[in-house]
Each structure stands twice: as structure tokens, then as C-alpha cells.
């Protein structure tokens, strides 16, 4: 669980960021002001048809995520997952919105007493202001928000941002 750590937690709240995607799921943990504490990639064998090992290595990382949480003495109280999108065909919506479901419910089985929501593109860029179309705004959005991501993957910055809009879109609390 490769990511940014910086001064140590205690006691406080963190909200997890996830960007569902079925190559590479990328996640985030922010505290309740907005300061980004570390992120990571979970990479998926798409070779592999057996689906159970993927859902497994999510399984498995978001486990890892929570220790690290326990570790620092935070508690993990949001988890929010991007909604899938409408892909290019048919047979692609229906696998991404699949996966996403799945790894929300992996969510739901190891941060059961967090609140967890799925939350859509459209709506995550607009509670932070971010226009325009593509990857690009996102990056400098979040190059500017926390300096420290530069150099982090496209799916650890996706997660950092959807986790902020999930902090300004709820209140926080013990």
C-alpha cells in the first residue's frame, strides 16, 4: 500500500475516496479538513476470468486501508465510490456498473459502520468547481489543492478529488 504519508493521526475522522474502475481502482483518504493523507492503486489481472481474485485483491487493500486507519487512530466514517459511467457500448455500462457495485459492497462489508454513497462524476467536479471535460482539469484542480500529488496516478488523483466533494457535500461528524 504504496502512498503519500505525511504527520502522523490521532483521534480524528477520514473520509475514503474511491474510483471504481475495473483495470486499475484507485482510493484516497482525506481527513475531515481536507488534507490528503495517502493513496493508492489497486491493479486488477484482467487476464485473470476468474472474478472472485480481483473482488479479492479489493477485498483485500481496502482491509489494509482500514489497519492503517486503526494504526493511526482515525476511523475511516465516509466511503465514497464514483458511480459508474455509461461506456461506450452497452456491454461495457453494464461491466463497469457492475464493478463499482461490487466494490461497494466490499465497502460495505469492511467500513460497516461507515456511511457509504456512490457519487457521480458530474456531481463530485461540481461541488469543486472543476470545468471542463477530461482528466486534465482534474489534475491541476487537485496539483493545486494538495502539491504533494503531482507525479500520482490519474486514478489516485480521481479518488483525492471525489473524496474532497464527498467532505463538502457532507458534515462531518463523531
Same mark, same amino acid.
Given at each position: ?57 479489493? *477485498?483485500?487493500?481496502?482491509? %489494509? ?32 456498473? *457492475?464493478?463499482? %457495485? ?22 463530485? *467536479? ?49
Amino acid at each position: 500500500m504504496a502512498g503519500l504519508q505525511r504527520a502522523p493521526l490521532s483521534g480524528g475522522r477520514v473520509i475514503l475516496g474511491i474510483d471504481a474502475a475495473q483495470g486499475v481502482t484507485g482510493w484516497a483518504l482525506l481527513t475531515d479538513e481536507e488534507r490528503l493523507v495517502t493513496t493508492g492503486t489497486i491493479v486488477i489481472d484482467r487476464n485473470d476470468e476468474d472474478r472472485r481474485h480481483a473482488f479479492g485483491a479489493v *477485498r483485500d487493500e481496502l482491509i %489494509g486501508v482500514l489497519h492503517t486507519a486503526d494504526a493511526a487512530d482515525v476511523d475511516v466514517v465516509g466511503v465514497f465510490v464514483e458511480a459508474p459511467y455509461a461506456g461506450p457500448n452497452r456491454k461495457v455500462t453494464v461491466d463497469h456498473a *457492475r464493478w463499482v %457495485g461490487n466494490v461497494e459492497a466490499i465497502a460495505w462489508r469492511v467500513f460497516s459502520h461507515a456511511l457509504i454513497e456512490v457519487i457521480a462524476p458530474r456531481e463530485w *467536479r461540481q461541488l469543486l468547481g472543476i470545468a471542463g471535460a477530461g482528466k486534465e482539469p482534474v489534475r491541476l484542480w487537485a496539483e493545486g489543492q494538495w502539491p504533494e500529488i503531482a507525479g500520482r496516478t490519474q486514478d489516485d488523483i480521481d479518488a483525492a478529488a471525489l473524496a474532497c466533494a464527498a467532505l463538502r457535500k457532507v458534515e462531518v461528524v463523531a
